[in-house]
């Protein structure tokens, strides 16, 4: 292996000159463009949640989970008669 000094010369041709560049500069310009829509975004108004529209989803939420709980119920019910049958055969 060859050491590293100040007389080192690196063979690297001008296609991979060129794709370094065009990855920096890919880079830099997606870094740039992010930091822009993060400012953006923190200067737009926050979205105003009413009362109104927080009831409403929080009771669409409880009915839902009421939903699922009956149908818990059902399927254990359900599961149970498949047991019961199941130890008949036996």
Do not use: H
């Not at 669409?60 to 119920?73: G, S, T, V």
């Amino acid at each position: 292996m060859a050491e590293l000094s100040k007389d080192t010369k690196l063979k690297i041709s001008i296609e991979t000159l060129i794709a370094i560049s065009v990855g920096i500069f890919t880079t830099a310009g997606f870094y740039f463009s992010v930091q822009a829509q993060i400012k953006e975004a923190m200067e737009k108004p926050e979205p105003v949640i009413t009362r109104q529209e927080y009831d409403l989803k929080d009771n669409a939420i409880r009915k839902e989970i009421m939903n699922n709980r009956d149908l818990i119920e059902r399927n254990f019910e359900k599961l149970e008669k498949i047991e019961e049958r199941l130890y008949k055969l036996n």
